[in-house]
């Protein structure tokens, strides 16, 4: 489909109008289309009118995609909306997360707005009680969003997360974001996990294998004797 939309601006701004298709191959097509005008048009096929054009009908269609699209499609559907920097994506984007629609995605594009008011809210979330599986993968990849997103203003949630949240790997990766930034709280994580025996233990001495290659070789006792060093 890019090889034809790059050949032909005009085809690009056609395939919109199936955005509001009942056919989910052709929704999904529309989605592709409008993405490609949006984020990929390195060439510089596309006026500025026609992005304009792209982001009003990805914003206009936000309740037909997800009613019609499949999974994948409201993903990417999603993730377009990411990239969409005004308050209305980010309203859309809030009220999906809200109906639990693609939840993680939704979250995460929602850190690509880098909009500060947003952490206490995303903090919630994190923090919020275990209502299904503790196991559940759905959000792991929030705490890489909001470091790389906010940065340092992200740090005391991802401490205060890794203390609370029920949800074993959202505090792994809380883990892995702290230790990168050779927060104490991290350490003593991977410490703990190791004294423990936590399942996730031979995962954490692997990451931090892997950031501090002069341990590579050391037996797990000197893993834990740095750790502990690192955690004060």
Known sequence: MNRTLSASPSLAEAALSHLRSDNPILVRGAVA????????????????AARSKAENALLAASEHVVRVGDGQTIINF??????IQNERSHRILWEFARQHVAYGQALIAIT????????????????????GDPLSPELSSLP????????????PILEDVLKKSGYVWVRTNC??????ENRPSGFAFVADAIEQDRRYKREMIALVLERFPELRGADEAAVLAFLKQRAI
């Open 112 to 131: 690509w707005h880098k909009n500060v008011n947003d952490l206490p809210r995303l903090a919630a979330i994190l923090d919020a009680p275990v209502t």
């Open 175 to 180: 883990a892995r974001e702290l230790i990168l």
């Open 144 to 155: 890489y969003a909001l470091r790389n997103a906010y940065g340092a203003a992200a740090l």
């Open 33 to 48: 289309a409008a993405s490609r005008v949006l984020f990929f048009d390195n060439d510089r096929l596309f006026s500025s």
């Open 78 to 83: 999603i993730s377009a909306l990411g990239g």
